[in-house]
């Protein structure tokens, strides 16, 4: 046997198999918490899932909580939590459109809700809502108008948050950060184009692709590494499994870096 | 730790018009290599719409390129009554032959119902000797799967998943519980530290590393199972000991 990639002296997948971390921090920028209707996870309260991402090296999850976008829990309730977390927690703020209230009273909080509001949350395949429909278009105006990333449930094959849907707002609000949860998975296509065809303001993220064999190397060769961002859905899957995913890629240990940690750092900053 | 033996009870080889051109023995070789894997569990990706008969011939042909004997094969089986497939001793004597130690039905493609009257017999016999039954074309069809193990329940079973990948506990803890045979192999098993859950409920002896190799990367799974927060006797065993043990047993 050839000496595996765990022990080749000097590259990250040998400091991460020999101590379970990196030597520089990891962002994890699509998860979640809480219980989950259809899916038995332990790990899902804020102090289980404190202790698996410090064990793994992640700096920062930024999630939105279950019980805010699949239930009628406030997202202020998740700003309590990340308080007592302040070092590790951010939220995406839950947009749900069948609250459209609290859709305009939780945009009113943002700024109170600085440093841990980083963004806001869309799950438009989930409620069979197009991310073009109007009932989005609040939150839509308020990221562009102030740079926000938002973090959209992605899926290639969806009429809600699918290929042409998104790129139309992400046409629509250049400003806007959209990160695009999941890849558009299977729709690569558009994928690539969403990156190409925009005004710089798309990034795709990978929850539920670490572990797929080459499908990395596909994105980066279409997109390149800078516009790809780490992310495992925790508490759906594991962070060694996650980051395990994208050290297990034929692509090279700067492109690595670039997804599990400079990227992040780029779009919100060395101290987000 | 450092030297964990990793046995992968998941691999398919072989190209297919559906599958498309997929890797072969030779670059399933070098994948393991890649990552460290000493053996594998192989069977050919194209089973379904090959048939039974011809994809046995073809992964036995396939794991002759295996030189250093790192694979071991997977047989499908169909109804006994059609005579396609030799009677059991034959049969057996055959995969004794070919390196194969387990085997696998497809009711699904290769259409028959698994019932006792239709494959009690082979099931019998593999009872007997041991053999695995390896389940994969059960991926996601639970209801089946429960009624199947329900018909046998002293065989020996090896599950793996592939489809979808919401964790599935309440569909799997069940199983565990109630059939001592019923080993699962983990491939696309995501869920944090679950490994970990799942042994402490019932035993690590109960589960094995699988990659799903080629859909999957064996890499993830191999730093997931080191980190899942088992000691590292029990991560051995996942890694590759109880499969090497449940094969041991096998008598062809
Ligand atoms: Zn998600």
Redesign the pocket.
């Given at each position: 046997m050839s000496t595996p990639i765990w022990k080749q002296p000097g590259t990250l997948a040998e400091q991460f198999w020999k101590n379970g971390k990196l030597d520089f921090p990891v962002y994890d920028m699509?998860g979640?918490m809480g219980s989950h209707y259809a899916i038995h996870f332990y790990r899902h309260t804020p102090e289980l899932m404190a202790e698996h991402l410090r064990k793994a090296g992640v700096k920062h999850l930024a999630f939105?909580h279950h019980h805010v976008i699949m239930g009628d829990m406030r997202n202020a309730a998740v700003a309590e939590i990340c308080k007592r977390f302040p070092d590790l927690y951010r939220m995406y703020v839950g947009i749900v459109p069948a609250f459209p209230e609290n859709i305009k009273e939780d945009l009113a909080m943002f700024d109170q809700w600085t440093p841990y509001a980083i963004g806001l949350k869309f799950l438009p395949d989930y409620y069979r809502i197009p991310v073009t429909d109007k009932r989005w278009e609040p939150a839509l105006k308020f990221a562009d108008e102030r740079k926000l990333p938002i973090l959209v449930?992605t899926w290639g094959s969806s009429q809600y948050d699918g290929g042409p849907v998104m790129l139309e707002v992400a046409q629509k609000y250049p400003n806007a950060k959209f990160f695009l949860?999941h890849s558009l998975y299977g729709n690569w296509e558009y994928a690539e184009r969403l990156v190409k065809e925009t005004n710089n303001n798309v990034w795709l993220e990978l929850?539920a692709i670490p572990g797929e064999r080459k499908n990395i190397e596909m994105l980066v060769e279409k997109v390149g590494s800078e516009r790809i961002l780490f992310g495992t859905?925790l508490p759906?899957f594991d962070e060694f499994q996650g980051i395990g995913g994208v050290l297990s890629a034929d692509i090279s240990d700067d492109d690595k870096r670039n997804i599990l940690c400079r990227n992040a750092e780029t779009i919100l900053g060395k101290d987000w | 730790m450092d030297d964990l033996f990793f046995f992968d009870a998941d691999c398919r080889v072989g190209s297919g018009p559906v599958i498309g051109i997929q890797p072969g023995v030779k670059e399933l070789l070098a994948e393991m290599d890649h990552f460290g894997i000493d053996k594998a569990v192989v069977q050919h990706g194209s089973t379904g719409m090959l048939g039974a008969a011809q994809a046995n011939l073809q992964i036995a042909e396939m794991l002759k390129e295996d030189t250093e004997e790192r694979l071991t094969g997977i047989w499908y089986f169909l109804p006994t009554q059609c005579r396609e497939l030799p009677e059991p001793d034959e049969f057996f004597r055959q995969m004794k032959e070919n390196r194969i130690r387990l085997l696998a039905l497809n009711p699904y493609e290769h259409q028959f119902i698994p019932h006792r009257i239709s494959i009690g017999k082979i099931m019998d016999a593999a009872k007997e000797r041991n053999i695995p039954i390896f389940l994969r074309e059960f991926s996601g069809q639970w209801r089946d799967l429960y009624d199947f193990i329900e018909r046998f329940p002293e065989n020996i079973f090896i599950y793996c998943d592939r489809v979808g990948k919401w964790g599935h506990d309440r569909k799997i803890r069940p199983l565990l519980e109630n059939y001592s045979r019923f080993y699962y192999g983990m491939s696309g098993y995501w869920v944090p530290e679950g490994i970990r859950d799942l042994a402490d409920a019932y035993g690590a002896d109960r589960l094995l590393y699988s990659s799903g190799f080629p859909y999957y990367i064996q890499g993830s799974g191999m730093t997931q199972l080191k980190f899942c927060g088992l000691n590292e006797k029990e991560i051995a065993a996942i890694a590759g000991k109880n499969l090497e043990k449940i094969l041991s047993e096998v008598q062809l």
């Open positions: 699509h979640h939105s449930h949860g929850t859905d759906w | -």
